[in-house]
Structures are given as structure tokens and as C-alpha cells.
């Protein structure tokens, strides 16, 4: 069994998601190139991995159903607390117990909305991992 925890700020503040999406896929690229030459026609370049990417869709419910993985919140308070983080303008971090999933991610796109009677929110997240930037040290002589 496998839990989602979202955060911000070194776990200032975390979010357990309390319905866990049916599924999940994580999309990683490759930064690969295609060259033309004269003599030999294309050529494949290896580059070096690319961002990972992938959405989350479910729901946060308004009702205390039995199942719920967290009551920490209700209804609009999970989208208010996400998009007062996607404010701040910093990035998340994800981690999918069960799995080595455990990413500083950027929120690109945040959906939601209520499809019935019940006042739960469905929600499609969208996320890409963020590499912090590491420059190294200048030797001083």
C-alpha cells in the first residue's frame, strides 16, 4: 500500500494526499539529438537525462469517508494550501511511499473541480522535477 506526501520548505509544511490515485506514471525523457551529415546521413547524439514529469488525479473530499489515507484537511482547503505554495514560487517535494520516489518538483498546471453532488474536488496535478542548481566552488589562490 503506497501513500503521497507533497511538502514545501524542507517539510515546513506537509500534505498526505488522503485519496490515493488509482494510478501514476512518471514520464522521463532523454535530451538526445538527430544530426544530418553528408557522408553517413543522420546521426544519433546520447545527451544526458531530462526532467521526469507526470500528474496526479483524484480527489479531496468534502465528507469523512472510512477510507480516507488523511483528514487533514477537507474539500478546498487541500486546493487552497497548493495553490498558496505554488505562490511562493518555490518547489515541492514529492514522495510516493513503497517506491524511490522522492522528488523536488515544479507545479505546472493545477486542475480542479467538482463533477457531482458529493462537494468532493477533483484535481489533476501536474508536476516536473526541478534540479537545484550546483555550481562548483571557485578555488580562491
Given at each position: 500500500?503506497?501513500?503521497?506526501?507533497?511538502?514545501i520548505?524542507?517539510?515546513?509544511?506537509?500534505?498526505?494526499?488522503?485519496?490515493?490515485?488509482?494510478?501514476?506514471?512518471?514520464?522521463?525523457?532523454?535530451?538526445?539529438?538527430?544530426?544530418?551529415?553528408?557522408?553517413?546521413?543522420?546521426?544519433?547524439?546520447?545527451g544526458?537525462?531530462?526532467?521526469?514529469?507526470?500528474?496526479?488525479?483524484?480527489?479531496?473530499?468534502?465528507?469523512?469517508?472510512p477510507?480516507?489515507?488523511?483528514?487533514?484537511?477537507?474539500?478546498?482547503?487541500?486546493?487552497?494550501?497548493?495553490?498558496?505554495?505554488?505562490?511562493?514560487?518555490?518547489?515541492?517535494?514529492?514522495?510516493?511511499?513503497?517506491?524511490p520516489?522522492?522528488?523536488?518538483?515544479?507545479?505546472d498546471?493545477?486542475e480542479?473541480?467538482?463533477?457531482?453532488?458529493?462537494?468532493?474536488?477533483?484535481?489533476?496535478?501536474?508536476?516536473?522535477?526541478?534540479r537545484?542548481i550546483?555550481?562548483?566552488?571557485?578555488?580562491?589562490?
Open positions: 500500500m503506497i501513500d503521497i506526501y507533497l511538502s520548505n524542507n517539510r515546513e509544511e506537509v500534505i498526505q494526499l488522503p485519496v490515493v490515485p488509482s494510478e501514476f506514471q512518471i514520464a522521463s525523457a532523454s535530451n538526445h539529438q538527430t544530426f544530418t551529415t553528408v557522408n553517413q546521413g543522420d546521426l544519433r547524439m546520447l544526458k537525462r531530462g526532467l521526469s514529469a507526470m500528474s496526479l488525479a483524484s480527489f479531496f473530499p468534502k465528507q469523512d469517508y477510507w480516507l489515507r488523511s483528514r487533514q484537511y477537507t474539500g478546498w482547503e487541500y486546493i487552497e494550501k497548493i495553490e498558496a505554495w505554488r505562490d511562493r514560487e518555490r518547489p515541492i517535494r514529492l514522495i510516493i511511499t513503497g517506491t520516489v522522492n522528488m523536488a518538483m515544479t507545479i498546471s493545477f480542479y473541480g467538482v463533477q457531482d453532488g458529493s462537494g468532493d474536488i477533483y484535481y489533476t496535478l501536474a508536476l516536473t522535477e526541478y537545484f550546483n555550481l562548483p566552488k571557485k578555488k580562491v589562490t
